[in-house]
């Protein structure tokens, strides 16, 4: 079973890699030029994901150390709800950087 985390992470590999290739739209480059703005989004995308993942990894872990954290479920709730917000708004800038660096990257390329 797919957690919605699970589909955040894709999410964010996703508006990486579509932002890229809308760069590559935008500058009019052929063939060579999408590929390579693919490539820049997908290694984008991954490391954003692959961030996003660690650091809810270690706020978790750091929450679970607390004793509070077990006797309290609105509070669970209330971070569960923020952590999700702040993957929303960290999928949004990995697409903006992906957009924007595969453009830097192939204005510089041609």
């Known amino acids: ?28 480059v052929g063939f060579s030029g999408h590929a390579l703005a693919i490539a820049v989004g997908i290694a984008l995308g991954v490391l954003c994901a692959w961030a996003m993942r660690v650091v ?18 609105s509070l669970q709730k209330w971070f569960f709800r923020g952590l999700y ?6 999928i949004v800038f990995a697409g903006f950087l992906g957009g924007w660096l595969s453009l830097v990257v ?5």
């Open 56 to 73: 809810a990894k270690a706020i978790v872990a750091e929450l679970q150390r607390r004793p509070s954290w077990e006797d309290s479920v």
């Open 85 to 90: 917000l702040a993957a929303i708004v960290w």
């Open 1 to 28: 079973m797919v957690s919605l985390w699970d589909l955040l992470t894709g999410v964010c590999v996703t508006a990486s890699v579509g932002c890229a290739l809308a760069s590559a739209k935008v500058a009019k």
């Open 106 to 110: 192939l204005r510089l390329n041609s």
